[in-house]
Nanobody
């Protein structure tokens, strides 16, 4: 059974940091590009970042570039999202997702096959 389980969300003050984790099971993480997406209340889901199978290539949304960092540990079947200098507008439910086959880099959100249940991130003083 394929599962992606996010953790690490919570409440943080503006300027603070959080590290999200996404634990994968039921499939071979090594063969899958991994991505993080987020959805704020009343808004559509948006791309945050993605990382290639080896970790050698990454892509970020302009809104998080320089503040967020994605990484992966294939041996631990886990992907991470380090979020620094958090802003109130970063508040959202964060989802990790996995894709094996896609047309071009970075993969489109519609390409992703597997999705986690999400973890809430709230940035507020």
């Amino acid at each position: 059974q394929v599962q992606l389980v996010e953790s690490g969300g919570g409440l943080v003050q503006p300027g603070g940091s959080l590290r999200l984790s996404c634990a994968a099971s039921g499939f071979t993480l090594n063969y899958h590009v991994m991505g993080w997406f987020r959805q704020a209340p009343g808004k559509e889901r948006e791309f945050v970042t993605t990382i290639s199978t080896s970790g050698g290539n990454t892509a970020y949304a302009n809104s998080v570039k320089g503040r967020f960092s994605i990484s992966r540990d294939n041996a631990k079947n886990t992907v991470y999202l380090q979020m620094n200098s958090l802003k109130p507008e970063d508040k959202a439910v964060y989802y990790c997702a996995a894709v094996r086959d896609f047309a071009s880099w970075p993969p489109d959100g519609k390409d992703y096959e597997y999705w986690g249940q999400g973890t809430q991130v709230t940035v507020s003083s």
